[in-house]
């Protein structure tokens, strides 16, 4: 069964109505091994692209590499242990990074943006039927230091994307866990005027 088949209302049941693209998008590891259209990578950084930030700032970057080129191997090798045992079926990974200053100031809501560009790239990657996992299972030195990235960056995730695979060919351990994840209640979640938590 592809991960894309799965019932989504089996899963999750939002308290109100919101548009069911959002509900539909969640991080499965099974991965076909299938490769990407630069085109349709392009599409998918094309809507980060678009994401709201503060000043307009835009402080996110993307580093990518395909699966097979020297950049997919310094993205790759990055990775946990346990990552890698999934990640190796995925066509592309990104690296987030956000400029940590703004007009020579520290730029406070940097990953808060960055975050938003990534909601915008893997929403556009459920719209296309494509898997996009954010992890922070890594090496964030390690990460650095192969990609050359400057102290001025933080580094934020690595995302695998790629086309939806079998999830029975996942090892043991990671088909019990080859399903979307529930939420808490609203509840737990908001508070009117103070904190309340």
Known sequence: MLTTDI???????????INPLILKRWSPRALSGEVLSEEELMSLLEAAKWAPSAYNGQPWRF????????????????LGEFNQTWVAKAA??????????????????ASFDAGAAWENLALEAVNRGLVAHAMSGFDYDQARTNLNIPDTYKLEAMIAIGRPGQKEELPAALLEREFP???????ELISAGEFKF
């Open 63 to 78: 580093i990518y590499g395909q699966n097979g080129t020297p950049a997919w191997d310094k993205l790759f090798s990055a």
């Open 92 to 109: 592309v990974l990104v690296l987030v990074i956000s400029e940590k200053e703004h007009n020579g100031k520290p730029n406070q809501t």
């Open 181 to 187: 994840s529930d939420r808490k209640k609203l509840t």
């Open 7 to 17: 019932n989504l209302h089996d899963f999750r049941k939002p308290e109100h109505e």
